[in-house]
Nanobody
Framework: VQLQAYGGGSVQPGGSLTLSCATS???????IGWFRQVPGKEREGIAC????????YYANSVKGRFTISRDNAKKTVYLQMNDLKPDDTAVYYC??????????????????WGKGTLVTVSS
């Protein structure tokens, strides 16, 4: 079971970026989430998606600007981020909750994590 997040980078406020989370070893009963963390703060869950049905969850801080999606054939989950703000600057992680528990976005309930990718929003 593995996850790997990639696609981070630097972008100006108002810009867009798409993150990808490559996965292996998961099943349709699982769910994948995107989380982010800034130094000195707790990691927060911002978007989740169930692999079977594609049901989604968004934190209020990103609702209407970010879109989570999945391509089960490619075993990849995406996070399309639009209208980025300086407050979106963080290390972004993808995490997995296995077994149909639907614990996402609870950080402490996730079973697997990938390495993070840094997103910097600055002019």
């Amino acid at each position: 079971v593995q996850l790997q997040a990639y696609g981070g980078g630097s972008v100006q406020p108002g810009g867009s970026l798409t993150l990808s989370c490559a996965t292996s070893g998961f099943h349709l009963d699982d769910e994948i989430g995107w989380f982010r963390q800034v130094p000195g703060k707790e990691r927060e869950g911002i978007a989740c998606i169930t692999l079977r049905d594609g049901n989604t969850y968004y934190a209020n801080s990103v609702k209407g600007r970010f879109t989570i999606s999945r391509d089960n054939a490619k075993k990849t989950v995406y996070l399309q981020m639009n209208d980025l703000k300086p407050d979106d600057t963080a290390v972004y992680y993808c995490g997995a909750d296995v077994g149909g528990n639907f614990y996402c976005p609870s950080v402490h309930a996730m079973d697997y994590w990938g390495k993070g990718t840094l997103v910097t929003v600055s002019s």
